[in-house]
């Protein structure tokens, strides 16, 4: 056990010593067993002592820590590697997307023992690192009319591709339906432009591509599990 933890101690140091990579290695309980510097630095704590033992849920709001504990229990469950999955994350108090694979871990006996990640930040269309090819068309076009109606046959036509085989790589490499894409992408603008502005959320639903108030409340609540009313108060006093 003493070499894999010498080994994990190497890890981190590499990723110390690239920028904006989060790396972690957490245990069936969700406790953190490693944490590089920047995710140290993301989480607030003086150093790696203050995280080691803690999960989650003690430096993360609770809609986003649940999101990652699930991952985290379906990949012990099953043992598939979780690979660049686009999640929420918040820096400063500010929900940003993040790209994260997740690993397991095996003792000699091929059980697993722990989980090892690794989160990279997203840049929506980002470069050949962060994004398959087949999606960057797409992703950059909703990234630049998200307040406009988008159908799925729009991003079929800007990527080439048939509606079935874009709907197929949405699921392949970012696990969710090209509308849930969208949805969560306008969502995301929501939360920078409640955090940013002292614009009515009534107009902020409209700038984001939502029909109405209501409607970008729904669709906060279904993403955010908060309202958007609630998630601007609880921020902007961060």
């Given at each position: 056990?003493?070499?894999?933890?010498e080994?994990?101690?190497?890890?981190?140091?590499?990723?110390?010593?690239?920028?904006?990579?989060?790396?972690?290695?957490?245990?069936?309980?969700?406790?953190?067993?490693?944490?590089?510097?920047?995710?140290v630095?993301?989480f607030?704590?003086a150093?790696?002592?203050e995280?080691?033992?803690?999960?989650?849920?003690?430096?993360?709001?609770a809609?986003?820590?649940e999101?990652?504990?699930?991952?985290?229990?379906?990949?012990?469950?099953?043992?598939?590697?979780?690979?660049?999955?686009?999640?929420?994350?918040?820096?400063?108090?500010?929900?940003?997307?993040?790209?994260?694979t997740?690993?397991?871990?095996?003792?000699?006996?091929?059980?697993?023992?722990?989980v090892?990640?690794?989160?990279?930040?997203?840049?929506?269309?980002?470069?050949?690192?962060?994004?398959?090819?087949?999606?960057?068309?797409?992703i950059?076009?909703?990234?630049?009319?998200?307040?406009?109606?988008?159908?799925?046959?729009d991003?079929?036509?800007?990527?080439?591709?048939?509606v079935?085989?874009?709907e197929?790589?949405?699921?392949r490499?970012?696990?969710?339906?090209?509308?849930?894409?969208?949805?969560?992408?306008?969502?995301?603008?929501?939360?920078?432009?409640?955090i940013?502005?002292?614009?009515l959320?009534?107009?902020?639903?409209?700038?984001c591509?939502?029909?109405?108030q209501?409607?970008?409340?729904?669709?906060?609540?279904?993403?955010?599990?908060?309202t958007?009313?609630?998630?601007?108060?609880?921020?902007?006093?961060?």
């Amino acid at each position: 056990m003493e070499s894999t933890f010498e080994l994990l101690n190497g890890v981190e140091a590499l990723f110390d010593h690239m920028p904006r990579s989060l790396f972690f290695v957490k245990d069936q309980q969700g406790r953190y067993l490693a944490a590089n510097e920047e995710l140290v630095r993301l989480f607030g704590a003086a150093n790696e002592a203050e995280v080691i033992g803690c999960t989650d849920a003690d430096f993360l709001p609770a809609y986003i820590a649940e999101g990652y504990r699930k991952d985290d229990l379906l990949l012990f469950e099953n043992g598939v590697t979780i690979r660049n999955r686009v999640e929420l994350v918040t820096r400063g108090g500010v929900v940003d997307w993040i790209v994260t694979t997740k690993v397991p871990m095996r003792n000699t006996a091929n059980e697993i023992v722990a989980v090892a990640g690794h989160a990279r930040e997203y840049h929506g269309e980002g470069s050949a690192a962060t994004m398959p090819e087949e999606l960057r068309l797409p992703i950059a076009y909703i990234r630049e009319n998200y307040a406009d109606t988008i159908l799925v046959v729009d991003l079929a036509t800007v990527s080439g591709r048939s509606v079935s085989s874009l709907e197929r790589a949405f699921r392949r490499h970012l696990h969710v339906t090209p509308k849930d894409y969208i949805r969560k992408v306008r969502v995301h603008e929501a939360c920078k432009q409640l955090i940013h502005s002292q614009e009515l959320i009534a107009g902020i639903a409209f700038e984001c591509g939502f029909s109405d108030q209501a409607h970008l409340t729904r669709e906060f609540k279904r993403i955010m599990h908060t309202t958007p009313a609630v998630y601007r108060k609880r921020h902007s006093s961060e």
